[in-house]
T-cell receptor, first 110, second 113 residues
Framework: DQQVKQNSPSLSVQEGRISILNCDYTNSMFDYFLWYKKYPAEGPTFLISISSIKDKNEDGRFTVFLNKSAKHLSLHIVPSQPGDSAVYFCAASAGNQFYFGTGTSLTVIP | NAGVTQTPKFRVLKTGQSMTLLCAQDMNHEYMYWYRQDPGMGLRLIHYSVGEGTTAKGEVPDGYNVSRLKKQNFLLGLESAAPSQTSVYFC????????????FGPGTRLTVL
């Protein structure tokens, strides 16, 4: 049973617009959430994270929002750039549990 | 500073053959992980290690064994490969446990015929 879900396998956005990637989880014990970015033929790289005690974390063009009551987090990229085209994975952890989502492939159209 | 390296990059096995994937990190990280990535399944944790000489099962450990004899190396073994183990395997390391930032290797593409 998938504990971390990314229901949109793909997303296309025009350059300069906002990209919103969504992630849902089922385990209310998760207390730390991360987003990773992956280019083809490379390993994932860390992008941004958020603790469950916060509802927002910002780093440059990237902002992660956490809605604990809805068990939902989202990653906003503003403005989107062609170099942002990649697969984005959310991840969640609690103690000795750690799960990745299934990934969303983002394409930013120039 | 190489970060996390994986050997080999590609491998083709026949059903029933065995092999070992090697992961090495030069960041002095305590924690190391092995994942597999399959289409539509994301990254799934196979095994992990919280320090030299330790190993623990992840989400999908069956059919794999691991060893962490040295802090910088984490080996993933397949004793009798099956077609279901065709996948891309990623190794990662982190200074602290699972919630901390993990640094990934470039991956090993394994095909089992």
């Amino acid at each position: 049973d998938q504990q971390v879900k990314q229901n949109s396998p793909s997303l296309s956005v025009q350059e300069g617009r906002i990209s919103i990637l969504n992630c849902d989880y089922t385990n209310s014990m998760f207390d730390y959430f991360l987003w990773y970015k992956k280019y083809p033929a490379e390993g994932p790289t860390f992008l941004i994270s958020i603790s469950s005690i916060k509802d927002k974390n910002e780093d440059g063009r990237f902002t992660v929002f956490l809605n604990k009551s809805a068990k939902h987090l989202s990653l906003h990229i503003v403005p989107s750039q062609p170099g942002d085209s990649a697969v984005y994975f959310c991840a969640a952890s609690a103690g000795n549990q750690f799960y990745f989502g299934t990934g969303t492939s983002l394409t930013v159209i120039p | 500073n190489a970060g996390v390296t994986q050997t080999p990059k590609f491998r083709v096995l026949k059903t029933g053959q065995s092999m070992t994937l090697l992961c090495a990190q030069d960041m002095n990280h305590e924690y190391m992980y092995w994942y597999r990535q399959d289409p539509g399944m994301g990254l799934r944790l196979i095994h992990y290690s919280v320090g030299e000489g330790t190993t623990a099962k992840g989400e999908v450990p069956d059919g794999y064994n691991v060893s962490r004899l040295k802090k910088q190396n984490f080996l993933l073994g397949l004793e009798s490969a099956a077609p279901s183990q065709t996948s891309v395997y990623f190794c990662a390391s982190s200074p602290m446990f699972l919630g901390d930032t993990q640094y990934f290797g470039p991956g090993t593409r394994l095909t089992v015929l």
